[in-house]
């Protein structure tokens, strides 16, 4: 911790080119030929071809005079293997250009792909901090959810399927050059993803916000991504207005330019091993730790409350005790009202698996920007709460 | 206008990497190493050399095992006279990285140089939006004062001597790839030009939240930078305490990020042509400018007043009348408090050149994305007011 803590002062931000606007998808093969590519490696999944969005992207790649691969084998949480042969097939067929179109599975496989076919070796040597060494082939990347953030972060989350835990992989590499937001895709979007989804752009910007390593330039971020969920995210899950459903993909793309350069905390430590070990869906993991661990943190982070509860719209006079419950109140209540779950039982995770859990999170490297501190048995007492 | 305004939906956003925190000047060595120079062309002007800030960066320079050559014959407005030498200097001694270290002047001096030495010809050849054609040479731009925001943007501002005139080039080539501010700095610089310079930034967050262009990427920062400057302009001015010039210079960064993406308005148009015949100060004018140039824009741009006053801190129930009168106040009463002139008369306009003030602002490129339209009448009315 001391490390991070010191230099709280000094701040680096970073972000790739961002362009946002409905009907953009159309653009991507004007993207992929501006970064010098002949060749797409094209990376989405089954769920989009059958909406229609791959054709659309494929008719934009052949109308720039592209030629490409398209690539699915991916399923939810990817895994290293996916990867794996995913550099094979690009290797196989010469291209020169990647492109991820989905959510945070179909994106971060881009990024593992993207990753091995400019350093070699396998996926899990990458795993942690500032393994990357050769840059990686020029990434465009075009989120089709509203929560992973992954097209703006320098984060790729892959499935180690041995250890079955997934790895964190961090690097400023990973970030793409072009991050292409339609908030069109989402109207296909199926009801439970744009709830898992959005509550995983919530724990971003939360996270975030509390994050050791948080500056004003990603404060800023973090709380209009708050301000956008808890303006939309109710009316988007219930009635799916085009508006609303836009401020959920602009929402997701605050809490990623926030979270990518202040990292988060022990929501994400623990939903990577519970990801990992369940295959379980990552937005209703956070969904349900975030509660708790905001319990956990609000006592250290008395500082930045007013500021958040401000941020959230309250209009109190901003006293720590008042802005502290309001948070907890306004994030438990937007979770009651989308119906996410609340208990880890519910979603598979088995009590004797708790202890090696926590073991596994305090080695994630998003417990290093955690507010507070937590040991091992900290840790399983939050798991124990949110069971 | 038509095509700016039809184009609201879709956003772009762009910052260089940035770095920002106190000491940090020590880094430029190895941010110019790491893009792969190795004969550093060094801009800065005397002022800084005097106040020893010259000698550390040339030392980081040394340390990180790069030779320089050291260019200061620019003056404040810089001329392209002073580009072109700067230019010629830059390939006799061969060299391969751009630093530039300083206000407004020495940071758009290097970019100007860095125009000429990858694109040949003329600066004027580059007047107007994208114009550049091949990249730039590698740049890492330092700010030394708390207002310019020349450090992130896609502007460069340089004076025609022939036509005694300012123009401005845009593009995005002209945003450096390294953004390094060490606050520090601030501490050596006179208070005059801590007052101009943050009444620029003012400036430019104003008018990047009121342009046709803003986004809600580009909002949140000009909402930050203008609370910053509430919260500690006139501290700074008065105590000079080390927090709140810091203040000033974080505000300066969010300001810049948000203008570079979401461009300008009347103030800077107007600025521009009374900048280029008196060689004036530019903070200066801009001080004089915005009361009278936000009384134009405040009746077309009404919806966005209830969140700009909330921005400022006004904790009322956001009526736009009242949101309006507030944002009006809250600039004058910060201008006065800090002594900021008020008539362009003080500072040597004469009324004479009214009118063909006016025609020159009626081709600047800031006048594009005014939120509310003016005729060459309209600038004359502004011009009169705030003679």
Redesign the interface.
């Known amino acids: 911790m001391d490390n991070v803590t010191s230099n709280l ?7 790739p ?6 009907g ?1 998808l159309s653009q991507i093969g004007s993207c992929a030929r501006r970064l010098g590519g002949h060749k797409v490696f094209l990376v989405s999944d089954q769920g989009l071809f059958h909406a229609g969005w791959v054709d659309k992207v494929m008719h934009s790649l052949m109308e720039a005079g592209l030629s490409f691969i398209y690539y699915d084998q991916i399923t939810c949480n990817p895994k290293d293997v996916e990867i794996e042969e995913g550099a094979r097939e690009y290797f196989r067929h010469g291209a020169d250009v990647i492109v991820g179109l989905g959510g945070g599975s179909a994106m971060d496989a881009a990024k593992g792909i993207a990753i091995l076919v400019s350093n070699g070796g396998r996926i899990r040597d990458y795993k942690g901090p500032d393994k990357i060494i050769r840059p990686l082939p020029p990434l465009v990347l075009c989120p089709t959810t509203c929560g992973t953030g992954s097209d703006v972060s320098q984060f790729a989350v892959i499935s180690d399927t041995e250890l079955r835990c997934k790895m964190t992989i961090m690097s400023r590499c990973v970030a793409p050059d072009i991050s292409l937001t339609d908030p069109d895709t989402l109207e296909t979007l199926p009801d439970e993803f744009v709830c898992t989804t959005a509550t995983d752009a919530l724990s971003h910007a939360m996270e975030a916000f509390f994050s050791v390593a948080s ?3 990603t404060d ?2 973090a ?2 991504a708050m301000r ?1 969920l808890t303006k939309s995210l109710v009316n988007a899950v219930r009635e799916r207005t085009p508006d609303d459903l836009e401020n959920l993909s ?1 929402a997701s ?2 809490a990623g ?1 926030a979270f990518s350069n202040s990292l988060l905390g022990i929501v994400h430590a623990l939903a990577h091993p519970i990801g990992g070990l369940y295959d379980a869906n990552h937005g209703s993991v956070n969904a349900i730790l975030l509660p708790e661990v905001l319990r956990y943190d609000i006592p250290v982070v008395t500082e930045k409350l007013p500021e958040l509860a401000w941020g959230l719209g309250h ?1 109190g006079k901003g006293e720590t005790s008042s802005s502290g419950e309001m948070v907890q109140d306004t994030v438990e209540t937007l979770l009651d009202a989308i119906g996410a779950p609340r208990s880890l039982r519910s979603i598979g995770v088995v009590r004797e698996d708790i202890p090696d859990l926590a073991r596994k999170a305090l080695k994630d490297v998003c417990i290093v920007t955690s507010p507070r501190e937590a040991d091992e048995q900290d840790l399983i007492r939050i798991l124990e709460k949110a069971f």
């Open positions: 002062q000094h701040c680096k931000f970073e972000v080119e961002i362009i946002f606007g409905r953009l500056t004003s330039l800023v971020h709380i209009k956008l602009r793309l605050h330019m209009t």
